[in-house]
């Protein structure tokens, strides 16, 4: 039995990350292996009896005073609290590995001397873009374009755009955080591989400094036995999203090519833009339904039974949950060409890529599949035998434990 210890900031489902987290501990475990958190106190935690170890919720709010704001930026960058901690939790718990997944602004690199003092490999997964990005998303929230000023070095250029929540003291902070850690050499010297769940981001890596050795492109999993590729196409000429209603997910194109095409959409989730895209479509007659959060089961029936799902976004997906699961559902995909949603997509024969933004081609698309529903039935069949062949959750545990192998020195699982 090996033991791992997992950090992220969160230990509840609040995002991509904290999914992979959830899931991969759980595969783990039922594999016969130890896990144990390392996380922050927060009122919505799983329960596990490891939290007394974890640190303070933190949360750095633009509103408060000057000398809050500069106390709390200091633990921003280095926590004492979170080196202490994971001290005290080495004394019981001794891992073989530690896995880190998000833990700046929070947990901080603080940690990461400990874990070197006591001999422990560190892997970490990239779940966004925050070894080279202050504000972790490359993209310009404000102006709504993709971003790559700072290019892994440059972060003052933070500071003028104010990158992080639009403010000029939050970006301040990120952007001194990003400067401690690279002079400092601390992300280089004490993580042995980072796995980057696209090749598009493993490349910005590379092309930011990164040794090319350290970076290991392994994409994200599910586990094809959850979702039935077998569902009925209720819709066949409808569409549907589900994710945030955000700016950068290309919401706007999705309801525009919706106008162009006649074709229904389905848009399903929560987020800072659904007030705006609900008027929008009311107000322009754009056949679109908004179904806001729903569970996992409704998901899946709501995903089947559409004749394609779309991921239109603008900004630099790196590699979504959603893409995969769309694909295990069968169901052909269709997405910009940003970022990692390239690679799961094979143009034509999994679905199809179009230019970020071109609702006119994302309404061309839309209205192939739906003027052709055995042919789009193909390629969702497709789609799902991709997911079996290259995602699956037996496929990652694979890769995973064989980088696991690589740094440990010795076969993970002996």
Known sequence: MTKVLIVNKFYYLAGGAERYVFEWSEELIRRGHEVVPFSMQHEKNRSTPWD????????????QSFIKKARAGIGTIWSLEAARNLE????????????????????????????KRHKIPVVQTSHEYKLICPNQRLYDLEKGVVCMKCGGSRFYRAVAAKCLKDSRAASTIACLEGYFNRTLKLYDRYIDRVFSPSKFLADRLVECGWPPYKIMPIPNFVDPARFPADLPVEE???????????????LDTLLTAAKISGINV????????????????????????????????????LVSRCGFSTMPSD???????????????????????????PEFVEDGVTGFTFKAGDAAAL??????????????????????????????????????????SEVLGYPFDQ
């Open 52 to 63: 007394r170890f974890f640190i303070r919720n933190r949360n750095f709010d633009i509103r």
């Open 315 to 341: 900004w630099y997906e790196n590699g979504p949950f959603a893409a995969l699961e769309s694909m295990a559902l069968a169901r052909p995909l269709i997405v910009s060409a940003q970022g990692g949603l």
């Open 88 to 115: 005290r939790l080495l004394g019981e718990f001794q891992p073989d590995i530690c896995h880190l997944h998000s833990f700046g602004f929070q947990i901080t690199s603080s940690i990461l001397p400990v874990l």
């Open 266 to 301: 389905h848009l399903i989730g929560t987020g800072p833009l659904e007030d705006h895209l609900k008027k929008r479509a009311a107000e322009e007659n754009i056949p679109a339904v908004f179904h806001g959060f729903v569970q996992m089961d409704r998901l899946m029936h």
């Open 236 to 250: 066949p000429q409808a569409g549907v999203y589900f994710g945030r209603l955000s700016r950068e997910k290309g």
């Open 363 to 404: 309404a061309e698309k839309m209205k192939w599949i739906a003027d052709n529903p055995v042919l789009a039935a193909k390629m969702g069949q497709a789609a799902r035998l991709s997911v079996e062949e290259k995602y699956s959750l037996d496929i990652h545990y694979r890769r995973v434990t064989a980088a696991y």
